[in-house]
C-alpha cells in the first residue's frame, strides 16, 4: 500500500551486502594476553527501513535508542509515559503530514501532554478484509496529564485516546515503528517537548561489543589474504575465533579508529 510516497517498512528491495557476512576484528596481538589476533563474525546491513531484510535491525536500533530517551526523561521528571492516540478526522485526512502533525501537537498541548514522542501512521489494517487502508493517525509516548479530552474533540474533531501506561515502553515502541509510515526525507518518529533533542540531552554510550575484548581499541573490518575456513555459524550470534595475524589485514587501511 502506498500514498503520496508512504509506506509501510520494508517494502524496497535490499542491497547486495545486505545480510553478508563479514569479520570485524583486532590486530594488535602484541596487547593481547594471549598473543593472537581477536576475530568477530557479524552480519552486514544497511539498517534502512525500507529495506526488506534489515528493516528488523533499523527497527531494533530505533525502538531501543527512544526507550533509553524516553526513560531518562522519566527518571528525570519523575512522570510515567502514557500510550496516546490521536486520529485525524475524515475532513482533514489528506492534508500534507505537516499540516496534520502542526494540529496533532496543538492537540496534545490542549490535553496537556506536554512531552515526549510522536510516531506517525499513515495506514490502518482491517482484519476481516485482510487489508490496509489509507487513515493517517498517530501513536505518542507522552508524559503530562491527559484531560480536556472531550473539549478538544469538541474543538478540533481530532479522537484522543488515553491507553495509559505500557508494560513495556520497549515493546510498544517497537510494534508502533512496525507499521508506521516511510517516506523518503520524512522522520516516522519524532520528539517534542523536554524530550526533544535540543532539550534532553542523551550521554553518548559506547558499545562494548565493538571494542576487542583483550586491549579495548576499537574493532575494525578484516578480510583474509589465504583460504581461512572460517564459516560463521548465524545460530550463534555471539561466537568469538582466534587466528594467525599473517592470514588478516584491514580491509579499509585508512579509516579512522
Known sequence: IEYDDWHLPGQKEKR??????????????????????????FQKSCFRADCEKCCFKWLGRSASKATKRMKQYEKQSKKIAKHIIISVPRWDQYKTKKELSKKVHKVLKEVKADSGLIIFHPFRYHEDSDMW????????????????????????????????????????????????????RNHSLTYFGECSYSKLIMEEEEEESKKCPFCKDNLQELECSGDYNLKPDPNIMEAWYMAKSYEWFLKYPYQKI
Open 16 to 41: 547486495d551486502f545486505c545480510q553478508t557476512w563479514s569479520y570485524m576484528g583486532c590486530l594488535n596481538k602484541e596487547k593481547h594476553s594471549n598473543g593472537c589476533i581477536f576475530l568477530k563474525p
Open 133 to 184: 487502508f489509507y487513515s493517517p493517525h498517530y501513536h505518542c509516548i507522552g508524559f503530562g496529564w491527559v484531560e480536556n479530552v472531550v473539549e478538544t474533540y469538541n474543538k478540533y474533531g481530532y479522537v484522543i485516546k488515553n491507553l495509559g501506561k505500557r508494560e513495556t515502553l520497549f515493546g510498544t515502541i517497537y510494534y508502533q515503528l512496525s507499521h508506521c509510515g516511510i517516506k523518503k
